[in-house]
């Protein structure tokens, strides 16, 4: 059994910072990509960030030089730093980590969400 757990999220400013963690615990032999998606209201699920197991990162157009991705291998946690937000970064954020487990099962496994919302 795998859970992954997000925190961080909250209520901003514009032109504020929001940091989100996501942890992931259980049964995990090793965990390969990371990442973080949003969905806001009205609109599809979309891909903001995601890192490698080899530090590689890759961001979407929208958050590129206001948003960073970490990875802390130790811990099996992910983080996304997010500066200068603005409204249209409202949205529900989820991270994603592709993962083995112990019983060497390979699988995507995704957390519940944490609400990020930018209003002043």
């Known amino acids: 059994q795998v859970q992954l757990v997000e925190s961080g999220g909250g209520l901003v400013q514009p032109g504020g910072s929001l940091r989100l963690s996501c942890a992931a615990s259980g049964s995990i032999a090793s965990i390969y990509a990371m990442g973080w998606y949003r969905q806001a209201p009205g609109k599809q699920r979309e891909l903001v960030a995601v890192i490698t197991s080899g530090g590689t990162t890759n961001y979407a157009d929208s958050v590129k030089g206001r948003f960073t991705i970490s990875r802390d291998n130790a811990l099996n946690t992910v983080y996304l730093q997010m500066n200068s937000l603005n409204p249209e970064d409202t949205a529900d954020y989820y991270c994603?980590?592709?993962?083995?487990?112990?019983?060497?099962?390979?699988?995507?496994?995704w957390g519940q969400g944490t609400q990020v919302t930018v209003s002043s």
């Open positions: 994603t980590m592709n993962l083995w487990t112990t019983d060497l099962v390979q699988n995507d496994y």
